[in-house]
């Protein structure tokens, strides 16, 4: 019959003499392989773990529903899928319009403040603006330069609303499409091209042009020098902003071209400024000659207004 020594399992034998003779030994379990095996597997992911989070944000749910493809856009013509372009609050708004108005040298713009969630209500709303007190500063503008001539005959011009809008909102979207089907062209022939999406040039030319605002307001001063030596500081302005955005984007590929391109882009944001200050404020207007109105007897009167 065996006795109970017998019936000792070796393994806690061997295992007592090794910790006796060694403290510091470890031992394993037979669960433990398992539970090494995925301690071991998350490390090797922690680094990479750390830019999923940056990318796919802080939330689990949402990392999962992305990773496992079940997370999906709205189409396109229902209202959630432009909900999207709106979801801004008060300060990334604000923030934005402060790195358009003072740039800081070496950033870049779309990096700085677009890229975590580009948007179309600050473009919107600032391309309104402007095309409202482009007009209204016009027509003022007109109003004090003739004020006190007795031919003159004040008539407000609706039309510069129309012109001003049509002349800006197509600025803000035609540009940057142009721009981005160039980008997308040198990108598959030049690979070290920085891409941005469509939304994000159109945010960064929106933004652009809020310098444009207290600027246009200004205008209304009757002097021509000092509305062209704002006119320039205001270029200045928005204009470092676009070559400090683009010419990351650009700089890698041809010499010729990436200057051409950058050039271009200046050369139409100036055309823009030059355009609305020599035709909204700088545009010599007609003075409406006084009616004349005939006489019963063959003479006519002309009447003073």
Avoid at 41 to 65: M, V, Y
Avoid at 148 to 166: D, L, M, N, Q, W
């Amino acid at each position: 019959m065996a006795t109970v020594d017998d019936l000792k399992f070796q393994e806690f034998d061997d295992a007592a003499n090794l910790l006796a003779a060694n403290p510091d030994a470890t031992t394993i379990s037979i669960n433990e392989p398992a539970e090494i095996s995925k301690n071991q597997h998350g490390r090797l992911q922690e680094p990479g773990r750390e830019e999923d989070d940056e990318l796919l944000g802080t939330d689990d749910s949402d990392k999962t529903e992305l990773l496992a493809g079940q997370k999906k856009s709205a189409p396109f013509w229902t209202f959630e899928y432009y909900q999207t372009f709106f979801d801004v609050d008060t300060y990334q708004v604000l923030d934005r319009i402060k790195g358009s108005v003072f740039p800081v040298p070496g950033k870049n713009f779309v990096r700085l403040y677009i890229r975590s969630n580009p948007d179309l209500y600050g473009p919107f709303w600032i391309c309104a603006t402007l095309v409202f007190t482009i007009a209204v500063s016009g027509n003022l503008s007109n109003f004090f330069i003739h004020l006190g001539k007795p031919t003159y005959h004040y008539v407000p011009e609706f039309r510069k609303v129309s012109i001003a809008a049509t002349t800006i909102y197509a600025y803000a979207w035609l540009v940057p499409l142009a721009l981005w089907g160039f980008l997308m062209w040198r990108n598959s022939k030049v690979m070290n091209i920085v891409s941005y999406s469509f939304l994000e040039i159109v945010c960064v030319y929106g933004y652009s042009l809020f310098i444009y605002i207290p600027t246009a307001i200004l205008w209304i001063i009757p002097q021509k020098v000092v509305r062209w030596v704002l006119m320039v500081f205001s270029l200045c302005l928005s204009g470092s902003v676009l070559v400090m955005t683009f010419w990351p984007a650009v700089r890698d590929d041809n010499r010729r071209i990436a200057l051409a391109t950058v050039a271009t882009i200046v050369l139409l944001h100036a055309l823009l400024a030059v355009g609305c200050l020599a035709y909204f404020f700088d545009a010599p207007e007609l003075d409406f000659p006084a009616p004349i109105i005939p006489a019963h007897n063959g003479t006519t009167v002309v009447t003073k207004s």
